[in-house]
C-alpha cells in the first residue's frame, strides 16, 4: 500500500528542513527525502556552516599571529595545525547534523533517504540504495538547492580545479590557490587561506569584487585584501585552466587587455551556482522551468501544478539560506491556508570576510539608475570607543534615504559585527520607520550600533554625536 502524506518535502537543506518543521507545527503529516545520509543540505554541509568554521579558525590564528602583540599578549612558536583546522570544521557540521536529526524527531518528520522522483502530480517514486518505494502527497515542496556552475571550455575535475566544496576539505595545506570569481564565496574563501598563509590569487570578471553590492563595499574589500597580500585582477577573462597533475596553469587577458598566466597548486571557481533539479522529473509530470533551468513559480511560491511549491536556490533569486528558510515558512503556511508575509526586498546580504559586509535594500547605483531621489550618509567604524577598544580600524555604516520622506532605501556596511548590526537596517525597511525615527531610540555604548545610529543621524539632517 502507498505511504500517503499531506506535505512531501524534497531536499533537507535550510528551505527544506524549514518547510518541514513548520508544516508539521501547523498539524500536517509530514515526510522530508534527502539523498544524502546527512540533513542540511549544501548550507550545515558544504556552505555556510563549514565556511564560517575555518573562518573563525583561521581569524583567530590570524588574530594570534598579527594582532595579539598589539593588546600585550606575547606568543611565540604559534603554528596551525591543519588536519586539526580541518577537523575541528568537521565536528562543527557533524553537530549541525546531530541537531536537525534531533528537530525532525521532535516534530514527528519522517525522514526517506533517497532519491526522489515525480511519477505524477501525486506521487513521488523513491529510489533507495536498496528498492524502491511510491510515496503519495497532497502537496509537494521542492527544495533541492543549487550546485556550482563552471564556465565554457573548463572542467571542474575536483582534483586540481575544484569547487568551494573541495575547498573545505583539503588534507594539507595548499601554498597557493587562484579563485576565479569574486563574489561571496570567492572572497569568503580567500580570507580562510590567505590568513594561514596560502598565496592568494582572485580573477574577476567585474570591475569590483562583490560586484553585485554596493560599490562602497566592493572598493573597500579591495583595499583590506592589498593590505592583506591577497593578489586581485579586476575587469580580467579566464581564457583556460589547466590541470598540471599536481598544479594548475590559468591563462586569461587583464584589464589592460594583455595576456597573463599564472601557476598554483589549485584553482577554485566561484563563479555563481546553478539549480539542481537533475532526477527530478520535472520534465515528466510539466513543472515549468526558465531558460537556466530554475522553477518558476508565481507569488505564492507554487510551480504550474498548484500543489507542487518551490522554494530556496533552485528557483533562483538570492541564494542564501535565509531567503530559502523564509520561503520555507511562507509556503508551509500557505499551504495551511494562511495569508503570510514575504518580503524579498529586505533579505540582508552578508559576507563574513574581516570586517564583515552586510547589506539590505538599494544600492546607491541601483538608486542612480532607477532615478530614485536619495540623500546619504557614510560613518566610519573607527570613530567609536567600541572599535578603538577592540582595535578594529576599517570600516564604515552607510545609509541612503529618501530626502522628502526619511524613508529608509539602503543600509550597507562594512564593518565588525555588521552580520548583527544590519539587523537594524531590515527591520528600519520592513516597517518603514524613518530616519528621525531609527535616531530616537537608544542604541548601547559601547557598541558597533552606535556607528548606524550615527548614520541616521547624519542622513536624517539632525546632525552626528561624536563626529
Ligand atoms: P540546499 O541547501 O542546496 O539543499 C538541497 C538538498 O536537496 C541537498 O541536500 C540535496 O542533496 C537534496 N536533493 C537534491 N535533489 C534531490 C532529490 N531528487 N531527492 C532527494 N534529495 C535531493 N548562505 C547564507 O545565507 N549564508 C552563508 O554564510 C552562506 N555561505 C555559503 C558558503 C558556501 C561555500 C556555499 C556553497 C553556499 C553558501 N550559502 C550561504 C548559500 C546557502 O548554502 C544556500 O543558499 C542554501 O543552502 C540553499 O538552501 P536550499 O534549501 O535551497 O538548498
Ligand atoms: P556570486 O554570484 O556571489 O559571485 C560570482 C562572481 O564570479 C561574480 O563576481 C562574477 O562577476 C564572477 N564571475 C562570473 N564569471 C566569471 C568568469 N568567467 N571569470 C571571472 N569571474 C567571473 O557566486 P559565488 O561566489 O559562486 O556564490 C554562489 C552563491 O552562494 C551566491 O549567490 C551567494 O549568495 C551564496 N553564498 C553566500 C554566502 C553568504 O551569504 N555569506 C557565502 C558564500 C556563498
Not at 531621489?373 to 567609536?384: E, G, V, Y
Amino acid at each position: 500500500m502507498e505511504n500517503t502524506f499531506d506535505t512531501i518535502v524534497i531536499g533537507s537543506g535550510p528551505g527544506g528542513y524549514v518547510a518541514a518543521i513548520r508544516s508539521a507545527q501547523l498539524g500536517k503529516k509530514v515526510a522530508l527525502i534527502e539523498k544524502y545520509p546527512v540533513l542540511g543540505g549544501t548550507c550545515t554541509n558544504v556552505g555556510c556552516i563549514p565556511s564560517k568554521a575555518l573562518l573563525d579558525s583561521s581569524e583567530h590564528y590570524h588574530d594570534a599571529t598579527t594582532k595579539f602583540n598589539e593588546f600585550g599578549i606575547e606568543i611565540t612558536d604559534i603554528t596551525l595545525n591543519f588536519p586539526k583546522f580541518i577537523q575541528r570544521k568537521n565536528e562543527v557540521v557533524q553537530s549541525n547534523n546531530k541537531g536537525l536529526e534531533y528537530l525532525m524527531k521532535k516534530n514527528k518528520i519522517v525522514v526517506f533517504e533517497g532519491v526522489a522522483t515525480f511519477i505524477s502530480k501525486n506521487q513521488i517514486k523513491l529510489k533507495k540504495d536498496q528498492g524502491e518505494e511510491i510515496l503519495a502527497f497532497h502537496n509537494a515542496i521542492i527544495a533541492t538547492g543549487s550546485k556550482p556552475a563552471s564556465i565554457k571550455n573548463i572542467t571542474l575535475d575536483k582534483d586540481r580545479i575544484i569547487s568551494s566544496t573541495e575547498a573545505l576539505s583539503f588534507r594539507v595545506q595548499p601554498k597557493s590557490m587562484i579563485i576565479i570569481g569574486g563574489g561571496a564565496i570567492g572572497v569568503e574563501l580567500a580570507s580562510v587561506y590567505a590568513r594561514i598563509g596560502t598565496e592568494i590569487t582572485i580573477i574577476e570578471y567585474e570591475d569590483s569584487l562583490l560586484p553585485n553590492m554596493d560599490k562602497d563595499l566592493g572598493k573597500a574589500l579591495f583595499r583590506k585584501f592589498k593590505k592583506d597580500n591577497i593578489q586581485v585582477y579586476l575587469g580580467a577573462k579566464v581564457t583556460s585552466v589547466q590541470n598540471l597533475e599536481n598544479r594548475t596553469l590559468v591563462k586569461f587577458i587583464n584589464a589592460h587587455g594583455q595576456e597573463e598566466e599564472k601557476i598554483s597548486d589549485y584553482t577554485m571557481l566561484a563563479v555563481g551556482r546553478i539549480p539542481y533539479t537533475k532526477n527530478l522529473g520535472l520534465k515528466k509530470i510539466g513543472i515549468q522551468t526558465d531558460n537556466k533551468g530554475f522553477v518558476l513559480t508565481n507569488e505564492k511560491l507554487q510551480t504550474n501544478i498548484p500543489n507542487i511549491y518551490a522554494i530556496g536556490d533552485v528557483i533562483g533569486g538570492a541564494m542564501l539560506a535565509h531567503k530559502a528558510e523564509e520561503e520555507g515558512t511562507f509556503v508551509a503556511e500557505t499551504i495551511d491556508g494562511q495569508k503570510p508575509f514575504l518580503d524579498h526586498n529586505s533579505i540582508p546580504n552578508v559576507v563574513y570576510t574581516w570586517p564583515e559586509i552586510a547589506s539590505v535594500g538599494l544600492t546607491e547605483q541601483e538608486l542612480t539608475k532607477k532615478n530614485i531621489d536619495f540623500k546619504t550618509s557614510k560613518i566610519p567604524i573607527a570613530a567609536f570607543g567600541r572599535a578603538r577598544a577592540a582595535g578594529e580600524k576599517d570600516g564604515f555604516v552607510k545609509v541612503l534615504a529618501h530626502p522628502k520622506y526619511g524613508e529608509i532605501l539602503g543600509v550597507h556596511i562594512f564593518g565588525p559585527r555588521a552580520a548583527d548590526i544590519i539587523s537594524l537596517g531590515v527591520t528600519a525597511l520592513v516597517y518603514e520607520i524613518t530616519d528621525l525615527d531609527m535616531t530616537n531610540i537608544s542604541y548601547p555604548h559601547p557598541s558597533y550600533t552606535e556607528a548606524i545610529k550615527e548614520a541616521f543621524l547624519e542622513v536624517s539632517g539632525k546632525g552626528t554625536i561624536n563626529l
